[in-house]
């Protein structure tokens, strides 16, 4: 199994470390399309999966979700949180065990879903529908230092409530100077990029494990795609993910990295665990 770079203890002392460096913010991949975005004191994690509750759930299947890459970190540590997002309604983007542990941990944490799906998140996490808040395509949302945009993911379609609000969002969230999209599950569709050019984007998040459809679940970007996708968009840097952490679906980062390579695109392909900062603005 895959060993986080940081991890744990090593993990949590890194987050401390780096609120001394005045002017850059922060993004660990926590695993899967899990990030911990940190700028001068606050903390916004994008779609966490911290837990065994889908290898556990389909262990005795056809298919088993067999874990690749060991635990970042215990959610229940993660006790400075302040926002926290899901895109969507898939487990590993909107997990009870995780997400129960962070609200323990965090009596104030603000949980941002989209509005089509408040109600489920509510049920799911046991919690008042009034607590989540909601976000639809084109709207926004201040919470603290964080303006966090919604704009609509295809996972592998745009699909819509019957009132016709997304099931599936991305968040562009602006803070201080900086702009940083995470895309949640996502394929290329059309418009999207008229989307995504309404802002300068710092930092892109990707997802590059592709479309199989021996896999059973809906697809997403390949890492070519990821990468053309961030360069039509003027990114600065692009970070993959989507991949590592189960073995039925996933996929190297080599076709995403030797892309970005062609056309010319910054990237950074983290390892979980791993930091990648911001240059002092």
């Known amino acids: 199994m895959i060993r986080p770079v ?29 990030f911990l975005l940190q700028w001068q004191g606050r903390h916004l994690v994008f779609d966490p999966y911290l837990s065994d509750s889908l290898t556990r759930k389909y262990a005795a299947t056809d298919k088993p979700h067999a874990r690749m890459t060991e635990r970042v970190i215990d959610p229940a540590r993660l006790d400075f949180v302040n926002v926290v997002t899901s895109s969507h309604n898939h487990t590993d983007h909107l997990d009870a065990e995780t997400l129960g542990a962070l609200l323990k941990a965090n009596p104030r944490l603000e949980l941002v879903v989209p509005e089509a799906n408040r109600t489920f998140v509510a049920d799911r996490l046991g919690i008042l529908t009034e607590l989540p808040r909601g976000l639809e395509a084109g709207h926004k949302m201040k919470l603290g230092p964080f303006t966090l945009n919604a704009v609509p993911a295809a996972h592998e379609q745009l699909e819509c409530d019957e009132y016709g609000r997304h099931r599936y969002l991305g968040y562009v969230v602006e803070f201080g100077p900086w702009t ?15 989307w995504l050019q309404r802002w300068c984007i710092d930092v892109a998040i990707l997802p590059i494990n592709g479309r199989a459809p021996e896999r059973r679940v809906a697809g997403n970007l390949t890492g070519q795609e990821a990468a053309q996708l961030a360069h039509d968009a003027r990114v600065q840097c692009v970070i993959p993910c989507h991949y590592e952490m189960f073995e039925f679906n996933t996929a190297t980062p080599d076709e995403f990295v030797a892309e970005c390579d062609r056309l010319g695109q910054g990237y950074a392909a983290l390892r979980a665990g791993e930091r990648w900062s911001s240059k002092p603005a």
């Open 180 to 194: 940083v999209y995470h895309s949640g599950d996502t394929v290329r569709y059309p418009g999207m990029l008229d």
């Open 6 to 34: 940081l991890q744990d203890r090593e993990f949590l002392a890194d987050v401390r470390v780096a609120q001394a460096e005045a002017g850059s913010f922060h993004l660990w991949w926590l695993g899967q399309s899990g």
